[in-house]
């Protein structure tokens, strides 16, 4: 089992910067990537950006392309996300995911989520 406890979401400004963060905890060995993903009201949840454990980065939603950047610390198992002019499209509940699949298997483990509000 993998714990996934994200942190970092809040209020910002059209225009700011967040960086979002997920600590995984549990049987972080097997996993083989971790990512983040979104859901807006309304809509459905959607990816944001996936890095592998090779440090391969995937799945990225065309509109955050170029905000945008993912990383992960190794050494204390937490993956982040830098998310920089943000705007009112942006706003949604972020959820850290991890999986020891790849490709189109599912992920197993989900944090709870994380709010972000992006005010014009």
């Known amino acids: 089992q993998v714990q996934l406890v994200e942190s970092g979401g809040g209020l910002v400004q059209a225009g700011g910067s967040l960086r979002l963060s997920c600590v995984a905890s549990?049987?972080?060995?097997?996993?083989?990537?971790m990512g983040w993903f979104r859901q807006a009201s309304g809509k459905q949840r959607e990816s944001v950006a996936v890095l592998s454990t090779s440090g391969v980065v995937t799945d990225v939603t065309n509109s955050m392309r170029g905000r945008l950047g993912i990383s992960r610390d190794k050494a204390t198992n937490t993956l982040y996300l830098q998310m920089s002019r943000l705007n009112a499209e942006d706003t949604g509940v972020y959820y850290c995911?991890?999986?020891?699949?790849?490709?189109?298997?599912?992920?197993?483990?989900w944090g709870q989520g994380t709010q972000v509000t992006v005010s014009s």
């Open positions: 549990g049987s972080t060995s097997s996993i083989n990537r």
């Open positions: 995911a991890a999986s020891t699949g790849r490709g189109a298997q599912p992920y197993e483990f």
